[in-house]
């Protein structure tokens, strides 16, 4: 079972990104998905998360408004589509398949989620 996040790359402040979480080997859609950042020297972020069954969402504060979370059924494929980004967002982003809060965010609590390697999203004029 894998997950493959990209798209990641550097952007300059205001631009927009949009990152993928590819599954392989198992059906993305039975399962829900959360994107996590992790910036130099800060703890993990969840940033956002899509239940399996149907559009549900959940944004933090930090992204609401900028960040839109989907997914593709048909490309087994969820999205982390990011517009007027920041210098702050910069940092590497995962997607798992972890539990979706709607109200607290991603819950990376399940020993058996599975994980992207990451890509990293570097905001900078």
């Known amino acids: 079972l894998q997950l493959q996040a990209s798209g990641g790359g550097l952007v300059q402040p205001g631009g927009s990104l949009r990152l993928s979480c590819a599954a392989s080997e198992f059906t993305l859609s039975h399962y829900p998905v959360g994107w996590f950042r992790q910036a130099p020297g800060r703890e993990r972020e969840g940033n956002s998360c899509i239940n399996a069954d149907g559009p549900n969402t959940y944004y933090a504060d930090s992204v609401k408004g900028r960040f839109i979370i989907s997914r593709d059924k048909i490309k087994n494929t969820a999205y982390l589509q990011m517009n007027n980004v920041q210098p702050e967002d910069t940092a590497i982003y995962y997607c798992?398949?972890?539990?979706?809060?709607?109200?607290?965010?991603?819950?990376?609590?399940?020993?058996?989620?599975?994980w992207g390697h990451g890509t990293l999203v570097t905001v900078s004029s």
């Open positions: 798992a398949t972890v539990g979706c809060n709607l109200k607290y965010g991603p819950e990376a609590v399940d020993p058996h989620s599975v």
